[in-house]
């Protein structure tokens, strides 16, 4: 059992970023929303009160049962947390005179508290509010003030409670790391045995003592989630793991047989299956994305289904699904529990009366890839760029073909090449090419061209839900245009997608 720090969500989009935060320490943090508080183990040992997009005053305030946690475990309130423990206990909290959002100075008037120790006065910080409190109850001490606010910060004096009104969890706020780390590590007591290795251990121990030598099987996709699931189970239960790994036609250049071989060098007990036929012939003359995305799933269902019928006694499904796909599942915003449909390989596991397994449920992105480098994963496969599940075929707008997926894997094989050769590949967190159903004049030689345009696309991003695109050096994208053209027969346009998400979205379809 590793030390946890409970986060209690109320809805902020900053929830997942405080969890975050809070790992960076080599400390695990679990979000529950509001309305699931679980009563706290001997492990946990302080709690964060998340922010909200409600005002404390709202009808259909979330209200929290604290029951188990106030005055007995350290509490930190941020936002929304802070206002409802000063709103609650006799405190009052009013709609501010305009909507605080953005930098503000910060300036600490209690320098011995532990919250802030080591913090500059003033210090900028990050506001995102439109209540204020105006009084806090009897028992609280003010600890820290804005210009526009005179209560800022608060701790309860007979208590391990602290309330901020800032957001320490965001970039913004300067010495945010310090005060979450003064949370976590001074007032929780917490010492950091989160760490890869440590996971590791503990999560081979668990898939030993829960799959007891049974069988286990595993879609691997050539992505680093169900790569990491893979490796690790293997490490637990060697040869009792079977991979599938699917060919669907729509991979990149040469990517089957290259990440089959790499599975294979790590050990993996793997099997290749070439279902492309089946996949190119369902998706024959369909554009509609959606409908892409839903015949690519059910084929691959079927497919994986027929092969998995094939290993006798199988009685485990292992799935790379992660922690945010979990919470996302358990959101104060979502309540009902679907997991993305993509991670749900669809029935499968009723059908053929499988349990699941799911090794990297508790684990955000960015530590899976370093799970992923602490069980010695080449980084061939742990650092590749995300691609999605239904591949090129949502990269090629309108039906897919052969000849089109031909095109379109020799545009982006350059692009992903030149990326490379130039060290930036890593530094742009996707990148791929898109191919339009458009086709434009040129001229080739003394000859008039009318062929193909593809867009190339490359952003940069943490979690993929929002996206900026990536400002590559003109004179690289000009070299890859120009390879392109004249390289790749059927293409006489490169043009570069300059759109950030929100508003448009990474892929095009
Ligand atoms: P968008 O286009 O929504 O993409 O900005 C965000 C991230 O998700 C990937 N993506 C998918 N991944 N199945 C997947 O497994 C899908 O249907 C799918 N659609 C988008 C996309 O490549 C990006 O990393």
């Excluded at 799959?211 to 595993?218: A, F, M, N, P, V």
């Excluded at 952003?459 to 400002?471: K, N």
């Excluded at 392109?484 to 979205?505: E, F, H, L, M, Q």
Aim: glycine share 8%.
């Amino acid at each position: 059992m590793h030390e946890t720090i409970l986060i209690i969500d109320f809805g902020s989009q900053y929830t997942q970023l405080i969890a975050r935060r809070v790992r960076e320490l080599n400390v695990y943090s679990e979000i529950h929303p509001y309305n699931k508080i679980p009563v706290p183990g001997e492990n946990v040992k302080g709690v964060i009160l998340s922010g909200s997009p409600f005002s404390v005053r709202d009808k259909e305030a979330p209200v929290p049962d604290l029951t188990y946690i106030k005055g007995k475990l350290p509490i930190l309130g941020i936002c929304y947390g802070a206002q409802y423990l000063a709103h609650c206990y006799g405190g009052e909290v009013l709609p501010s005179d305009t909507r605080e959002y953005g930098k503000a100075m910060f300036s600490v008037s209690d320098v011995n508290d532990l919250l802030f120790r080591g913090i500059d006065s003033p210090t900028r910080v990050w506001m995102s509010h439109g209540d204020t409190i105006v009084k806090i109850p009897e028992n609280y001490i003010i600890t820290g003030s804005t210009h526009n606010i005179r209560i800022a910060s608060f701790r309860i004096a007979d208590e391990k409670t602290w309330g901020i009104q800032f957001h320490p969890e965001v970039f913004h706020t300067t010495q945010g790391k310090t005060i979450i780390a003064n949370f976590v590590k001074e007032i929780c007591g917490c010492a950091g045995d989160w760490t890869p290795e440590s996971f590791i251990d503990s999560s081979i121990k668990e898939i030993k003592e829960k799959t007891r030598g049974e069988k286990i099987i595993l879609g691997l996709s050539g992505g680093v989630d169900s790569t990491v699931a893979a490796v690790l189970l293997n490490k637990a239960v060697g040869d009792n793991l079977l991979c599938i790994f699917v060919d669907n036609g729509l991979l990149r250049k040469d990517e089957f047989k290259r990440v089959l071989t790499t599975y294979k060098n790590i050990g993996l007990n793997v099997k290749g299956v070439d279902a492309s036929e089946d996949f190119l012939g369902a998706l024959d003359g369909i554009s509609d994305p959606e409908l892409k995305r839903k015949t690519i799933g059910r084929i691959f269902i079927e497919v994986f289904e027929r092969e998995a019928k094939k290993i006798k006694d199988v009685k485990w499904l292992a799935q790379g699904t992660i922690y945010p796909d979990v919470i996302e599942s358990a959101s104060v915003n979502s309540p009902a529990s679907t997991i993305k449909s993509h991670h749900n390989v669809g029935g499968l596991p009723e059908k053929m009366n499988l349990k699941i397994i799911e090794p990297l449920r508790l684990l955000f992105k960015d530590e899976v890839r370093k799970v992923g480098k602490s069980l010695g994963i080449p980084v061939e496969l742990t650092g590749r760029h995300p691609f999605p599940g239904p591949g090129l075929a949502i990269r090629i707008i309108g039906p897919v073909t052969r000849e089109k997926l031909d095109i379109l894997r020799e545009a982006d094989q350059i692009f992903i090449e030149e990326l490379k050769k130039r060290s930036l590949y890593d530094k742009v967190w996707q990148a791929g090419v898109i191919l339009l159903p458009v086709r434009s004049v040129g001229v080739m030689g003394d000859e008039r061209t009318y062929e193909n345009v593809v867009v190339i696309r490359a952003v940069e991003s943490i979690d993929g839900m929002t996206a900026d695109f990536s400002r590559l050096p003109w004179d690289f994208l000009a070299n890859v245009a120009n390879e392109i053209i004249n390289r790749v027969k059927g293409i006489n346009r490169v043009a570069y997608d300059i759109s950030s998400k929100p508003p448009s979205t990474i892929e095009w379809e």
